[in-house]
Protein backbone atom coordinates (compact mmCIF):
# COMPACT_ATOMS: atom_id res chain seq x y z
CA UNK A 1 0.00 0.00 0.00
CA UNK A 2 1.37 3.35 -1.09
CA UNK A 3 1.82 5.90 1.66
CA UNK A 4 -1.04 8.54 0.00
CA UNK A 5 -3.49 5.39 0.39
CA UNK A 6 -2.20 5.13 4.24
CA UNK A 7 -2.87 8.76 4.79
CA UNK A 8 -5.95 8.72 3.03
CA UNK A 9 -7.47 5.95 5.55
CA UNK A 10 -5.83 8.05 8.24
CA UNK A 11 -7.34 10.89 7.30
CA UNK A 12 -10.86 9.03 7.50
CA UNK A 13 -10.37 7.82 10.56
CA UNK A 14 -9.59 11.03 11.95
CA UNK A 15 -12.69 12.80 10.57
CA UNK A 16 -14.89 10.52 11.36
CA UNK A 17 -13.51 10.36 14.95
CA UNK A 18 -13.61 13.98 15.40
CA UNK A 19 -17.26 14.20 13.77
CA UNK A 20 -18.49 12.30 16.41
CA UNK A 21 -16.24 14.20 19.52
CA UNK A 22 -14.27 10.82 20.65
CA UNK A 23 -11.23 11.38 22.37
CA UNK A 24 -8.50 9.26 21.21
CA UNK A 25 -8.29 7.63 24.45
CA UNK A 26 -12.43 6.53 24.05
CA UNK A 27 -12.15 5.39 20.58
CA UNK A 28 -9.32 3.11 21.63
CA UNK A 29 -11.39 2.02 24.70
CA UNK A 30 -14.42 0.84 22.30
CA UNK A 31 -12.34 -0.85 19.83
CA UNK A 32 -9.74 -2.32 22.03
CA UNK A 33 -6.72 -0.90 20.50
CA UNK A 34 -4.05 0.82 21.92
CA UNK A 35 -4.60 5.16 21.67
CA UNK A 36 -1.14 5.01 20.00
CA UNK A 37 -2.27 2.45 17.60
CA UNK A 38 -4.33 5.03 16.58
CA UNK A 39 -2.86 7.76 16.24
CA UNK A 40 -0.37 6.07 14.15
CA UNK A 41 -3.39 5.21 11.48
CA UNK A 42 -4.67 9.14 11.36
CA UNK A 43 -1.05 10.27 10.66
CA UNK A 44 -0.53 7.56 8.02
CA UNK A 45 2.35 6.14 9.48
CA UNK A 46 1.36 2.57 9.47
CA UNK A 47 -1.40 0.45 7.63
CA UNK A 48 -4.20 -0.87 9.77
CA UNK A 49 -5.08 -4.60 8.78
CA UNK A 50 -8.04 -5.77 7.96
CA UNK A 51 -8.96 -7.00 11.57
CA UNK A 52 -8.41 -3.26 13.04
CA UNK A 53 -10.54 -1.35 9.85
CA UNK A 54 -13.51 -4.06 10.98
CA UNK A 55 -13.16 -2.72 14.67
CA UNK A 56 -12.86 0.95 13.67
CA UNK A 57 -16.30 0.24 11.44
CA UNK A 58 -18.10 -1.60 14.07
CA UNK A 59 -17.11 1.20 16.51
CA UNK A 60 -17.96 4.12 14.29
CA UNK A 61 -21.42 2.14 13.30
CA UNK A 62 -20.06 1.59 9.40
CA UNK A 63 -18.95 -0.13 6.37
CA UNK A 64 -15.36 -0.83 6.59
CA UNK A 65 -15.68 0.77 2.92
CA UNK A 66 -16.39 4.32 4.76
CA UNK A 67 -12.74 4.32 5.42
CA UNK A 68 -11.78 4.39 1.14
CA UNK A 69 -14.19 7.04 -0.12
CA UNK A 70 -16.27 10.07 0.80
CA UNK A 71 -19.32 8.70 1.92
CA UNK A 72 -20.82 12.37 0.02
CA UNK A 73 -19.71 10.22 -3.07
CA UNK A 74 -23.09 8.29 -3.33
CA UNK A 75 -23.74 7.00 -6.88
CA UNK A 76 -25.94 4.34 -9.00
CA UNK A 77 -23.11 2.19 -10.56
CA UNK A 78 -19.54 2.41 -9.68
CA UNK A 79 -16.53 0.70 -12.26
CA UNK A 80 -13.33 0.12 -10.36
CA UNK A 81 -10.18 -0.75 -12.80
CA UNK A 82 -7.78 -2.99 -10.96
CA UNK A 83 -5.52 -0.52 -11.13
CA UNK A 84 -7.43 2.05 -9.45
CA UNK A 85 -8.61 0.32 -6.47
CA UNK A 86 -7.99 1.84 -3.04
CA UNK A 87 -5.83 -0.59 -0.95
CA UNK A 88 -5.07 -0.90 2.33
CA UNK A 89 -3.28 -3.57 4.61
CA UNK A 90 0.33 -4.50 5.59
CA UNK A 91 3.67 -6.20 3.45
CA UNK A 92 1.60 -9.37 4.20
CA UNK A 93 -2.21 -8.76 3.79
CA UNK A 94 -3.25 -6.06 1.24
CA UNK A 95 -7.14 -5.28 1.24
CA UNK A 96 -8.47 -3.81 -2.07
CA UNK A 97 -11.65 -2.00 -2.07
CA UNK A 98 -13.51 -2.62 -4.91
CA UNK A 99 -16.49 -0.31 -4.89
CA UNK A 100 -18.41 1.85 -2.43
CA UNK A 101 -20.93 4.60 -2.07
CA UNK A 102 -23.82 3.04 -3.88
CA UNK A 103 -27.09 4.45 -2.57
CA UNK A 104 -28.16 1.79 -0.09
CA UNK A 105 -25.52 -0.45 -0.78
CA UNK A 106 -25.26 -2.69 2.14
CA UNK A 107 -22.67 -5.70 0.56
CA UNK A 108 -18.90 -4.62 0.92
CA UNK A 109 -16.85 -6.45 -1.37
CA UNK A 110 -13.02 -6.84 -1.34
CA UNK A 111 -10.00 -8.48 -3.25
CA UNK A 112 -7.76 -9.67 -0.49
CA UNK A 113 -4.25 -10.98 -0.94
CA UNK A 114 -2.15 -12.87 1.71
CA UNK A 115 1.34 -13.69 1.69
CA UNK A 116 2.76 -17.21 2.61
CA UNK A 117 1.72 -17.55 6.09
CA UNK A 118 -0.17 -14.63 7.07
CA UNK A 119 -3.09 -14.11 8.36
CA UNK A 120 -6.17 -11.85 9.59
CA UNK A 121 -4.41 -10.91 12.83
CA UNK A 122 -3.85 -12.13 16.28
CA UNK A 123 -7.02 -11.62 17.69
CA UNK A 124 -10.60 -13.34 15.83
CA UNK A 125 -13.19 -11.43 14.21
CA UNK A 126 -16.64 -10.92 15.15
CA UNK A 127 -18.83 -8.39 13.46
CA UNK A 128 -22.78 -7.91 12.46
CA UNK A 129 -24.14 -9.56 9.41
CA UNK A 130 -23.03 -12.16 7.01
CA UNK A 131 -19.57 -12.74 5.16
CA UNK A 132 -18.61 -14.98 2.35
CA UNK A 133 -14.74 -15.94 1.46
CA UNK A 134 -14.84 -17.18 -2.70
CA UNK A 135 -11.08 -18.54 -3.46
CA UNK A 136 -9.31 -17.11 -6.22
CA UNK A 137 -6.37 -18.09 -5.82
CA UNK A 138 -4.09 -20.48 -3.95
CA UNK A 139 -5.62 -22.24 -0.74
CA UNK A 140 -7.06 -20.37 2.49
CA UNK A 141 -7.52 -21.62 6.21
CA UNK A 142 -10.83 -20.53 7.86
CA UNK A 143 -11.74 -20.97 11.65
CA UNK A 144 -15.22 -20.01 12.36
CA UNK A 145 -16.64 -20.89 15.74
CA UNK A 146 -13.45 -22.83 16.61
CA UNK A 147 -13.86 -25.64 13.44
CA UNK A 148 -11.35 -25.06 10.27
CA UNK A 149 -11.97 -25.33 7.00
CA UNK A 150 -9.33 -25.67 3.96
CA UNK A 151 -10.78 -24.14 1.03
CA UNK A 152 -8.65 -24.27 -2.70
CA UNK A 153 -9.58 -22.19 -5.85
CA UNK A 154 -13.10 -21.79 -6.44
CA UNK A 155 -14.34 -23.14 -2.91
CA UNK A 156 -16.25 -20.67 -0.97
CA UNK A 157 -17.37 -20.54 2.94
CA UNK A 158 -20.52 -18.16 4.05
CA UNK A 159 -21.14 -17.98 7.39
CA UNK A 160 -22.79 -15.45 9.90
CA UNK A 161 -20.18 -12.77 10.84
CA UNK A 162 -21.06 -12.92 14.36
CA UNK A 163 -19.30 -15.96 14.94
CA UNK A 164 -15.64 -15.86 15.97
CA UNK A 165 -13.66 -16.12 13.01
CA UNK A 166 -9.94 -15.95 11.57
CA UNK A 167 -8.75 -16.35 8.27
CA UNK A 168 -4.78 -17.68 7.07
CA UNK A 169 -2.79 -18.63 4.04
CA UNK A 170 -1.06 -22.37 5.18
CA UNK A 171 1.16 -22.71 1.55
CA UNK A 172 4.43 -21.18 0.56
CA UNK A 173 2.40 -19.44 -2.18
CA UNK A 174 0.36 -16.94 -2.09
CA UNK A 175 -3.81 -16.47 -1.50
CA UNK A 176 -5.99 -14.41 -3.09
CA UNK A 177 -10.20 -14.24 -2.41
CA UNK A 178 -13.12 -12.55 -3.01
CA UNK A 179 -14.31 -11.07 0.45
CA UNK A 180 -18.05 -9.64 0.85
CA UNK A 181 -19.64 -8.77 3.99
CA UNK A 182 -23.31 -7.70 4.22
CA UNK A 183 -24.45 -6.03 7.10
CA UNK A 184 -27.96 -6.79 8.34
CA UNK A 185 -29.06 -2.94 8.74
CA UNK A 186 -27.87 0.06 7.14
CA UNK A 187 -24.64 1.49 8.80
CA UNK A 188 -25.80 4.13 11.62
CA UNK A 189 -23.36 7.36 11.77
CA UNK A 190 -24.12 8.10 15.28
CA UNK A 191 -24.06 4.42 16.90
CA UNK A 192 -20.71 3.59 18.17
CA UNK A 193 -20.15 -0.09 19.09
CA UNK A 194 -17.14 -2.74 19.02
CA UNK A 195 -14.33 -4.70 16.84
CA UNK A 196 -11.08 -5.58 15.42
CA UNK A 197 -6.70 -5.82 15.41
CA UNK A 198 -3.40 -3.80 14.87
Known amino acids: MSEQEATNVGARVLEMR ?3 GLSLRALAELCELSPNTISLIERGATSPS ?3 L ?3 ASAFGVHINAFFVDPADKVQ ?5 ADERTRSGSASVILESLGYGLDG ?3 DPFMVTLKPGA ?3 RQLMAH ?3 EMILVLAGQLEIEVAGTRYLLDPGDNLLFRGEQPHHWRNPTNEPAEFLMMMQSTQEPDESRVEQ ?3 P
Open 195 to 197: HLH
Open 119 to 121: NSG
Open 105 to 107: QAC
Open 18 to 20: TQR
Open 54 to 56: QRL
Open 128 to 130: QGS
Open 77 to 81: LILTR
Open 50 to 52: VST
